[in-house]
C-alpha cells in the first residue's frame, strides 16, 4: 500500500482513470492532502513543473522558483543563510524546503499563506524574490507561448486568452503536491521493522527526542507516520531576541501600518525588524509575538543552514540552543514571549551528538547528500524556451519527486 | 474526607475478629477476611500514593503533582492506555506519570514497576472510582 | 446599548490615527452612551513564584509572570491601572515576594495588589503589607468604587493556634486539595469595615469588589469558597451595579447572583482543573460558566494568562488573554442580566474539548 508510485496513478490518469487521484504516501508519511478543488493529474504536473522552472517569470529573466527551491538541494538553496532573488538581492528568510511542504497546513515561515495555490504567486511579486511589479508579465508569456498553450489546454482545457493566474497557480501547487518524501532510514526502522536501519547513536538519539530533549510535542510522531511538525507557531528566541527591547516600539509602528494598507508579504521579506515579529505580523495575536512555524524535519539535515534567518549554521548549534532553553549565546536573555514549551533541558553532551545523529536519519534516499551527480541538471534548469519536461518521465533527473526514482526504478522510461 | 475514608477502613481490618475454620483449602476460594485484608493493604498503598501526590522530593524543583491535579483530578487514569501526544505514541498511564515527573516537576523517572510508582497509580486511580473505563479518549 | 466585541470595529469607530496605533488585541471596545466614561485596567494574578534554593526559582512560574507583565505593557491605549489579584508567592517567603516583587516593578503604571492565601499565611501579611500597603481598602476611579477585601482569612482557632510554625501553617494552608485546610471568609471585622465604607457610596455608584476568594459557595474541597459569602453579598446588594472579581481559581469562571456579576481571573502559573471534574466531589459550579479547554502541560503557557478589565457604564468585561489558547471574552450583556462569553455561548462544545 505504502508503496504506490505516485507515477503509477499518473499513469493510470494518462489513461483515462479518474482525473482526480489521490496519492498514497511513502512510508511514515499519511497520504497527501489534496483539495477537492485542485484534483491532481498528470498534464497539471507537468505543466506545474515546467512552470515552476520557468526563470522568464522575473525582472531579471535569472530566477525562477527552483533557484531557491533547487531540486538538487532538496528544494532549498543551502548553504544560503537567507534567500537572493533578482541581482542577488537578499531578504529576510530562508528558503524552506518544497519536499513535503504539501503536508504544511499553511505556507511560509509565519503561515501567512493558507495553502500552496496561494503562497505561489506572492514571491513573482516580492521586491527581493522575482521582482515583478504584478503578475501580468506572466500571463503575457503563458498566454503567448504556444508550448504553454498547448499543455493549458490539456490540464484545464482552456484556450490562451483564458488562462489566469488561477490556473498558474493550481499547476504549480499540484507539482508540489508530488514532491514528498518519506523512507528514511528512520521510517524504515520505526515504522517499516528494520532494526538494522538507524545506528546506535540514532537510535539513542531518539529517545532523547521523546525524553529529554522534548522535541515530540512540536516535531510530531504519531503512532503510524511522523510529519515532524504540529503546524503550529511557537516562539523559540530566533531572531527576536535581537529586537526584544524594541518590541514594544516596534509592534504597535507595524500594526498601524498595516491597518493603513501595507503589503504584509513585502514587509516581512525586506524590514529585518518586522521579519522578527513573525505570525504576529498576520494574526495579530499577542500570542504569536516572534513565533514562526514548525518545519518539519525530514531532511533537515541536507538543507543547513536553520531556522528561518539561516541564524544557526548547524544541527549542533539547533540543539544547543534548545538546550540553552531558547537562547543562542549561553547567558542571553530570555525573551518575554518565549514559547512555553521551551525550556533549559540540561542533556549532556552525547546525547547531544546522539539527537544529532538522529536527525541526520531523517534524510530520505533521494535527498542524500552526496546527492545525484552533479552532472545531472536540475530540472529545467537555465532554459530561455519553455521544456515540457513531465516530472515522471525523467529518469535522470535530480528531483526529489518519488514520482521519477519509482518510474526510473521501474524501468518506464521513455 | 478521603483520610477519614482510608482510616475506617484500616480500622475495619483491625476489629474483624478471627473466626475458625474460616481458612479453606480451595484455590478459587477465598474469605472474607482475606478481601478486607487485602482491601486494606491496597489502600495503604492508596495513602503512600498521596504521600508522593504531595511530596516536594518526587521532583527537584519542590512542585508536587497535586499542585496542577488536586485529588488527582484531570489525570484521567480512565483514558489510559491513549496516545499520548507529548510522548508520540499509545502510552500507559505510568508512562506520562514519569513524562510528568520528568517535566514539570524537573525529576527522575521512576520504574515503571517500582512500588513509588504503584502507589502514585493506586492513588490517582482510587480517586477516579467509579467512572466508566474509556481507553483511548483524549 | 450594544456592546461590540472586536477589534475591527475598535478600529473603524474609534476615528484617528493614533487610536489606529493601539496594539489592542485584547482590548475589546464597547459602543455605549457616554463613552467618557469608560476606561479599562489590566489584572494579573496568581504568580505562584516558588523558590527552590538560592536564586533558583520555578522557571515556569517566572515565565508566566514575567509575559503578562511584558504584554501588559504592550497594551495601548494604556489601562489606567493594573491590579494583582494575589498569590504572588507560593509559600509566602520573602524569597519569592521580592523575586514577584521585582517583576512586577517593570509595569507601566499604577499598580494596586490583592492579598492570596499564599502570601498570607507565613507571616500573616508582614512583609507583603511592607512591599504592596494595606491588606484591605477601596478607592474611586472615573465614578466607579472599587474595593479590595482580604478574603482569604480564616477561623481565628485554626489561624493562631493549631499549628506549631508560620511555615507548617502556610503548608498547610497551600494544599489546594488539603483536609487540613481551613475555609476562606472575609470576617466579622472586615464585612464591618466594608459596611461602613459602602455607607458612603450612592445606591447608582457602579461598585468592583476585588477579592482573592469567589464571594461565593462554589467548591469547599478546594476552597473555591467564602465562608460568609452571603453576609458579603447582602451588604452589596442595595447597590444597582455590583461586580465582584475574584482570584484564586485559576480558571475562567462566571456568575451572576442578584444584582452582583462574578468574574474569576486566570493565573499565570497554572491551570486548576474545574471542580467538576473531580469524580467524588459534590460541587456548586455555577451553570453559567462554559469551562477552557484542558490543557497540553508541555507547553508551559497553556490555560494560563492575564486579562483585560473593560468598564463599560459600571459593568465589567472581561477580555482573556490567554497565551497559548484562543482568547475569551466573558461581558455582561443587559439584555440577559448577567456575564455571558458571546462567541462560545451559541457553540456546541465537543465534549473532548473540556476537563473531565
Given amino acids: 500500500m505504502r508503496n504506490r508510485v505516485a507515477c503509477f496513478w499518473v499513469a493510470l490518469a494518462g489513461i483515462g482513470f479518474p482525473a482526480a487521484i489521490a496519492l498514497a504516501g511513502p512510508l511514515g508519511l499519511p497520504p497527501v492532502p489534496v483539495p477537492a478543488g485542485n484534483p491532481m493529474t498528470s498534464e497539471k504536473i507537468t505543466l506545474g513543473s515546467t512552470l515552476f522552472n520557468d526563470k522568464r517569470f522575473s525582472a531579471t529573466g535569472e530566477v525562477s522558483c527552483a533557484t531557491c527551491h533547487d531540486p538538487a538541494k532538496a528544494f532549498t538553496d543551502s548553504p544560503l543563510k537567507t534567500s537572493e532573488g533578482i541581482n542577488k538581492l537578499t531578504g529576510t528568510r530562508n528558503a524552506p524546503t518544497v519536499v513535503n511542504a504539501a503536508f504544511n497546513a499553511t505556507q511560509f515561515w509565519d503561515g501567512r499563506s493558507a495553502d500552496l495555490e496561494d503562497q505561489s504567486q506572492h514571491p513573482f511579486v516580492n521586491p527581493v524574490e522575482m521582482g515583478l511589479k504584478d503578475h501580468e508579465p506572466i500571463l503575457k508569456i503563458v498566454r503567448g507561448d504556444p508550448t504553454y498553450a498547448e499543455m493549458f489546454r490539456k490540464a484545464f482545457g482552456i484556450e490562451p486568452a483564458a488562462i489566469t493566474m488561477d490556473h498558474v497557480k493550481k499547476a504549480i501547487a499540484t507539482f508540489e503536491r508530488t514532491i514528498v518524501s518519506g523512507d528514511s532510514p528512520f521510517d524504515k526502522w520505526y515504522f517499516g521493522g528494520d532494526k538494522a536501519a538507524m545506528s546506535e547513536a540514532a537510535v539513542r538519539g531518539f529517545k532523547v527526542f521523546l525524553g529529554d530533549g522534548r522535541c515530540v510535542s512540536c516535531h510530531v510522531i504519531e503512532q503510524d507516520q511522523a510529519l515532524f511538525t504540529d503546524n503550529r507557531f511557537h516562539n523559540i528566541g530566533v531572531g527576536i531576541n535581537r529586537i526584544q527591547d524594541r518590541v514594544p516600539e516596534i509592534a504597535p509602528k507595524f500594526l498601524e501600518a498595516k491597518a493603513q494598507g501595507m503589503d504584509v508579504d513585502v514587509k516581512v521579506l525586506t524590514d529585518p525588524a518586522s521579519s522578527e515579529l513573525g505570525r504576529f505580523a498576520v494574526t495579530e495575536g499577542l500570542d504569536e509575538l516572534g513565533a514562526f512555524k514548525t518545519p518539519t524535519l525530514r531532511n533537515v539535515a541536507v538543507t543547513a543552514p536553520f531556522m528561518h534567518d539561516g541564524s544557526l549554521a548547524t544541527l549542533r548549534d539547533v540543539v544547543l540552543h534548545y538546550n540553552n532553553g531558547g537562547v543562542t549565546n549561553k547567558g542571553d536573555r530570555v525573551n518575554d514571549f518565549l514559547s512555553g514549551g521551551i525550556r533549559p533541558l540540561n542533556l549532556e553532551d552525547q546525547q547531544i551528538s546522539d539527537l544529532v545523529a538522529f536527525m541526520e536519519a531523517l534524510t530520505s534516499p533521494q535527498h542524500a547528500r552526496p546527492a545525484q551527480a552533479a552532472s545531472t541538471r536540475a530540472m529545467g534548469a537555465g532554459t530561455s524556451a519553455v521544456q515540457a519536461a513531465p516530472a515522471c518521465s525523467t529518469p535522470s533527473s535530480a528531483s526529489g519527486t518519488i514520482a521519477a526514482q519509482q518510474l526510473a526504478a521501474a524501468g518506464d522510461t521513455p | ?138 | 446599548m450594544s456592546n461590540n466585541y472586536s477589534r475591527r470595529s475598535f478600529l473603524r469607530t474609534a476615528g484617528s490615527v493614533a487610536a489606529v496605533s493601539a496594539l489592542p488585541v485584547t482590548m475589546i471596545e464597547l459602543a455605549f452612551a457616554k463613552p467618557a466614561e469608560n476606561f479599562t485596567f489590566a489584572y494579573i494574578s496568581d504568580a505562584h513564584i516558588q523558590h527552590i534554593r538560592g536564586t533558583k526559582f520555578v522557571n515556569n512560574w517566572d515565565r508566566g509572570l514575567i509575559r503578562a507583565v511584558a504584554e501588559t505593557n504592550l497594551m495601548m491605549p494604556r489601562p489606567d491601572f493594573v491590579m494583582f489579584g494575589g498569590d504572588l508567592a507560593q509559600l509566602g517567603t520573602r524569597a519569592e515576594l521580592d523575586h514577584g516583587a521585582e517583576m512586577l516593578a517593570r509595569l507601566n503604571g499604577k499598580l494596586y495588589c490583592v492579598m492570596g492565601e499564599h502570601d498570607y499565611y507565613d507571616d500573616l501579611g508582614e512583609y507583603w503589607s511592607k512591599l504592596f500597603g494595606p491588606q484591605h481598602y477601596s478607592f474611586d476611579h472615573k465614578g466607579v468604587h472599587f474595593v479590595v477585601l482580604n478574603s482569604i482569612l480564616t477561623f481565628d482557632d485554626w489561624t493562631h493556634n493549631r499549628w506549631p510554625t508560620p511555615q507548617q501553617r502556610m503548608l498547610e494552608m497551600a494544599g489546594l486539595d488539603n483536609p487540613n485546610g481551613s475555609p476562606f471568609m472575609v470576617g466579622d471585622k472586615q464585612r464591618e469595615w466594608l459596611r461602613k465604607d459602602l455607607e458612603k457610596v450612592e445606591k447608582d455608584t457602579p461598585v468592583v469588589v476585588f477579592s482573592h476568594s469567589p464571594l461565593q459557595k462554589i467548591y469547599k474541597g478546594w476552597n473555591f469558597w467564602t465562608d460568609d459569602a452571603e453576609q458579603v453579598q447582602a451588604l452589596l446588594a442595595p447597590f444597582d451595579k455590583v461586580n465582584v472579581i475574584y482570584g484564586h481559581v485559576h480558571q475562567i469562571q462566571y456568575n451572576q447572583i442578584g444584582n452582583i456579576s462574578f468574574n474569576s481571573v486566570m493565573a499565570t502559573a497554572w491551570p486548576w482543573p474545574y471542580p467538576q471534574s473531580y469524580a467524588q466531589a459534590e460541587q456548586f459550579m455555577p451553570k453559567l460558566t462554559i469551562p477552557m479547554n484542558r490543557a497540553d502541560p508541555f507547553f508551559e503557557r497553556d490555560a494560563t494568562g492575564w486579562q483585560m478589565v473593560d468598564v463599560n457604564t459600571g459593568r465589567v468585561g472581561l477580555a482573556y488573554n490567554l497565551y497559548n489558547n484562543k482568547s475569551r471574552t466573558v461581558a455582561f450583556d443587559p439584555k440577559v442580566g448577567h456575564p455571558v462569553d458571546k462567541e462560545l455561548q451559541s457553540v456546541a462544545l465537543e465534549p473532548n474539548r473540556t476537563h473531565y
Avoid at chain 2, 493493604?41 to 492508596?46: D, E, K
Avoid at chain 2, 496542577?68 to 507529548?86: G, I, L, M, R, V
Wanted: charged content about 25%.
Fill in chain 2, 1 to 138: 474526607m478521603k483520610r477519614t475514608i482510608i482510616r475506617s477502613a484500616l480500622a475495619a481490618v483491625v476489629a474483624l475478629p478471627l473466626a475458625i475454620g474460616a481458612t479453606t483449602s480451595r484455590a478459587d476460594e477465598f474469605t472474607k477476611q482475606d478481601a478486607e485484608r487485602w482491601q486494606a493493604q491496597f489502600m495503604q498503598v492508596v495513602q503512600k500514593g498521596r504521600e508522593l501526590w504531595t511530596d516536594p522530593k518526587l521532583g527537584k524543583n519542590g512542585v508536587v503533582c497535586a499542585q496542577c491535579h488536586p485529588n488527582a483530578a484531570n489525570s484521567h487514569p480512565e483514558t489510559y492506555p491513549k496516545f499520548q501526544k507529548q510522548i508520540g505514541k499509545v502510552v500507559t498511564l505510568p508512562e506520562m506519570i514519569n513524562w510528568c515527573i520528568r517535566n514539570p516537576l524537573e525529576g527522575v523517572p521512576l520504574e515503571v514497576d517500582s512500588p513509588e510508582m504503584t502507589a502514585l497509580v493506586a492513588y490517582a486511580t482510587y480517586e477516579r472510582r467509579g467512572v466508566k473505563l474509556e481507553p483511548g479518549k483524549h
